[in-house]
């Protein structure tokens, strides 16, 4: 991704929100995130755009919609008197009480993201996966649970997902998840009582949560809790083999994007006559699409890493 | 199937090995007879389903899904069970009551391949990606879950408040579901009973002696010392009508070597060390390669290559177990029993005569150098024959390690304890300008020189994959090896046998290391 003049922006995640744009086009939510993570000066200038508010640029209507990824986070819709295209951004179909609510939006042209894109992505419900943690938390609670999830989004929903399931003590937050936390509760998102582990002892963690990033979780910063049971919430979390290699013993299959059905229904429901695929595995889609007699076409972009 | 599947889970994704002994532990406390026999055989592949293989699941999976969305999804998975169960697709079937273990199995077994297929399917249907993965598992066997048969027997001992011993001497000779063994280890019954000519006796073991620290505390005349010959160690089972060779995991071997089957006669059970040659003239360990894996050898290689059996024990005479005897006792009866059984294929491992331990120093270093035997054997004449490798009884002492110095190249991550350590580590030689890998170790370090070795790691990576880092390539590893081998294993063409981190050469500069040329030159 470069920076450019102009830069419309679906969501606050680091490989969508980079620094450096003269003039941002995104959410409140969005502007504020980035604002938050690289500091009031990232942009040259933000203009927010609120849900369902078309904004008239060069003859394009451009109106966002809710895309149920993170807080913020938006679908575009870009029409002309002729033709509505959409891009997706990252999204997800599926209930998330820590966002806005994904909305269905009919167009006749379609840019999906395709993170997972193989049918072998077939994601179960959340609320079941949190379970996993209070279940083995019925059976050991001398344990300290340390749960891996990215900083933006996935550890808010996972807080959110513990405090629906009716977990109600204090978690503990490596120091990289604070701000955004915060910033999630100052918009009405209830995540229960918080606090920094800071420089504890390993036994002041006992029979704890504790939410940190996937990095920290290979980093030395993890010896400091004597035999820790290692959580990872994650939607690569389904594949077994690949749970077990990053040394993870309870696997939560928790994720921000639509599996494979949200993607087929949301390609179906949406009317579209053809489809654009990017952001992950496009050729299973591509080929879904062709076979369902849908255009469809593979768009590379720049700049993708996973999840 | 529901309970036998989360038990999978658990066990796969429980790093630490108590936690795993643990799960299984409860998994048999919880679970009735005759499941709780059929999930630990089939844990510990004792219990394998006939006729279904992989291409079973192919067929199966045509008819479910996009085929071509299929190799896609394979192609990027990589595990043919893991797909099939991500991909089937959910089906909102009523479930009707929970199917068992053993219920399944019998099924399975029991029908033909059309109707296995049938039955599959509709189980395929009922279950969640995990039972499904559980499913295909099953019936196509390997599970990989990092559970040892010996863990499993750990967990039953616990679970029975059971000693170790009296559960390996009879695992071989049981037979799942193993409700006897059940009933014993719940105080309903006596131990099973098993006739020694049915089953295969696990080996005792010896521990490499630490001459600084061992000798001091071992009193010479308290021992016997003979060679550590360099064949494989084998059992022989022999009574009026069977006989058979074991290999030391206990897998029969007796087609391999009719040789032997056809020359040995007598009511025991031997404890020996399998050779090649003529007289009992031991041939080098290459010759008896290529006697191994042979099911059913030619006459031209037995006559080439014949084989004979160098013993060291005996555990049974005459139906009567004497593993409980002193070996010094073992041993006067094991050349008794030869006198009354001789045989061309058989001779015994002779006892050697040494004064203390500088005296047996001698010995090894003339035996190993002189004659490049692989080593001693240090036995406690009073020691019983336990199973296993228990402290202090038995002692091998090899010949001295051989050393080379390399470049580290990769290293990952370790488990357990080690998870935030990199701990496992491939290195290299030069090859002319490159440097080739010729081998991995994960041991022979310190704490103190892990904690160094990871941040020299952290500091100096240049390239990462998965969860393997590519270090420059800086820091030399004084590698300590048994032996050199050719091997299609790793790039240089070379595998060293059991490789440890001598020393790390922090003052060394990679061009003071071994080049694959000079190596190739020293070694063949």
Known sequence: MMAVENAIITHGHADHARIGHQNVLATQNTIDIMKIRYGDKCAGSFQSIE????????????????????????QILIETKKSRLLITGDYKTSPDSSCQSYELVECDQLITEATFGLPVFQHPKPENEIKKILKAFEKNDTKTYIIGAYALGKSQRVIKLLRDAGYDETIYLHGSQLKICDYYISQGINLGNLEPVSYKKSEDFEGKIVIAPPSALKDKWSRRFSDPVICYASGW??????????????????????????????IKSCKTKSVWVTHGREDALVHWCNSNNINAEPLYMQGREEE | MKTFSSLLEKLLFTPSRNRKKSALKEYIANTPDPDRGYALAAITGDFKVKNITASF????????????????????????????????????????????????????????????????????????????????????????????????????????????????????????????????LENKSFKPKIKFSDMFHPMMLAHPINEEKD????????????????GIRVQL?????????????????????????????????????LLVGRKFEALPFNFLQKRLNRKKPSKKIINEIPAF???????????????????????????????????????????????????????????????????????SKNSVYLSGRPRGLWFKWKKNPLFLDTILMYAQRGHGKRSSYYSDFTFGVFNDNAIVPIGKAYFGFTNEELKKLDNWVRKNTINR????????????????????????????????????????????????????????????
């Open chain 1, 237 to 266: 979390m389904s594949i077994k083999q690949r749970a077990k290699q990053s040394l993870v013993e309870i696997p939560l299959i928790i994720s921000d994007h639509c599996d494979w059905n949200e993607l087929i229904t949301t």
């Open chain 2, 237 to 273: 089972v022999l009574d009026n009508k069977n006989k058979k060779v074991y290999s030391r995991t206990g897998d029969e071997i007796s087609q391999s070597f009719p040789d032997i089957i056809s020359n040995i006669n007598g009511n025991a059970v031997l404890d020996g060390e």
């Open chain 2, 215 to 230: 000798f001091n505390k071992l009193k010479p005349s308290d021992f016997f010392a003979e060679l550590k010959w360099d």
């Open chain 2, 57 to 184: 699941y192919h067929e199966l999976i045509k008819d479910q899904v996009d085929y071509e969305l299929f190799k896609m999804s394979y192609d990027y998975v990589g595990d043919l069970a893991e797909t099939i169960s991500l991909i089937w697709p959910i089906k909102s079937v009523k479930i009707q009551e929970e199917l068992s273990l053993h219920a399944f199995i019998n099924l399975i077994n029991g029908n033909s391949k059309s109707e296995q297929k049938k039955i599959i399917l509709d189980l395929m249907n009922k279950s969640n990606a995990n039972e499904r993965w559980s499913i295909i598992k099953l019936t196509t066997g390997g599970f990989r879950i990092g559970v040892s048969a010996k863990l499993v027997k750990l967990a039953l001992a616990e679970y029975g408040n059971k000693n170790i011993e009296d559960i390996e001497r009879i695992w071989h000779g049981l037979s799942y579901p193993y409700l006897n063994l059940f009933e014993w």
């Open chain 1, 51 to 74: 849900y369902h508010k078309p904004l008239k640029i060069n003859n394009l209507n451009f109106t966002f919609f809710p895309a149920g990824h993170i807080l913020g986070s938006a």
């Open chain 2, 465 to 524: 994959f998965g969860p393997v880092r590519e270090v420059k390539k800086e820091l030399v590893l004084e590698i300590a090896f048994d032996s050199i081998n050719v091997s299609k294993r790793h790039k240089s063409g070379l595998a060293l046998r059991f490789p440890r981190i001598h020393r790390i050469r922090w003052d060394k500069s990679t061009n003071e290391t071994d080049y694959l040329k000079d190596i190739k030159k020293a070694f063949f």
């Open chain 2, 309 to 379: 059996v160098k013993l060291y024990d005996i555990l049974f005479e005459n139906g009567n177990d004497l593993r409980d005897l002193p070996l010094s006792k073992r041993r006067y009866i094991l050349s008794n029993w030869l006198k009354l059984n001789p045989s061309e294929c058989l001779d015994i491992s002779k006892i050697i005569d040494f004064k203390d331990w500088n005296d047996l120093k001698q010995i090894k270093i003339e035996s190993t150098e002189k004659f490049n035997q692989e080593g001693l054997m240090i036995k």
